[in-house]
């Protein structure tokens, strides 16, 4: 089992940046293909993107290709999720999972973290 934290959250301008980190305890985190998903008011929780066991493998939906980068620290058991160009349209409560299997486009996950707020002003 993996218990997950999110930190990095804030209030930021269009345009800015922001880094959201996702720090796991428990055993064999390195295991694990972590994933990172929204969801604004009013709306479905949405995946944006996901990283493999070994960092080099990571998917992307379209909408935040470019903007968004994930990656791991497998030796600080955290995830990152580096934000750039933040629209308003990003605005949403931010969450990491983590899932057991190696599959990146699956939406199903098994760990969830409680999720930081994520606001863009125009």
């Known amino acids: 089992q993996v218990q997950l934290v999110e930190s990095g959250g804030g209030s930021v301008q269009a345009g800015g940046s922001l880094r959201l980190s996702c720090a796991a305890s428990?055993?064999?985190?390195?295991?694990?293909?972590i994933g990172w998903f929204r969801q604004a008011l009013g709306k479905e929780r949405e995946f944006l993107a996901a990283i493999g066991w070994s960092a080099s493998s990571t998917h992307y939906i379209d909408s935040v290709k470019g903007r968004f980068t994930i990656s791991r620290d497998n030796a600080k058991n955290t995830v990152y999720l580096q934000m750039n160009s933040l629209k308003p349209e990003d605005t949403a409560v931010y969450s990491c999972?983590?899932?057991?299997?190696?599959?990146?486009?699956?939406?199903?996950?098994?760990?969830w973290g409680q999720g930081t707020q994520v606001t863009v002003s125009s």
């Open positions: 999972a983590a899932r057991g299997g190696p599959t990146l486009t699956s939406k199903q996950y098994d760990y």
């Open positions: 428990g055993r064999s985190f390195s295991m694990y293909t």
